[in-house]
């Protein structure tokens, strides 16, 4: 069953966002994870606007997005963005 990987952030530091953002694309190919969207055009219709950016990737089921989440691979990018450079949420869910 699909799993769609969201995340939104709030970028401080564009240099070091980029860093994790250059390498993380890779990493989730490499489960089977294929975006839908990374960044664009948005519209907050309700709640608050704290974030600026906005992510939504598709697995082929939870196991392999839970796999590439805590792979060695995609904690080494995620330090680049863990460092400081913003505030990130990431929810995983499954499509029904």
Known sequence: MPVYWIARAKIIDQESYKKYADKAGGIVESFGGKFLTRGGNFKIMEGTDNFTRFVVAE????????????SEAYKNA???RRNGSGEVEIVFVESN
């Open 59 to 70: 697995f082929p089921n939870m196991e392999l997005a839970e796999e590439c989440f805590n």
């Open 78 to 80: 995620a330090k680049n």
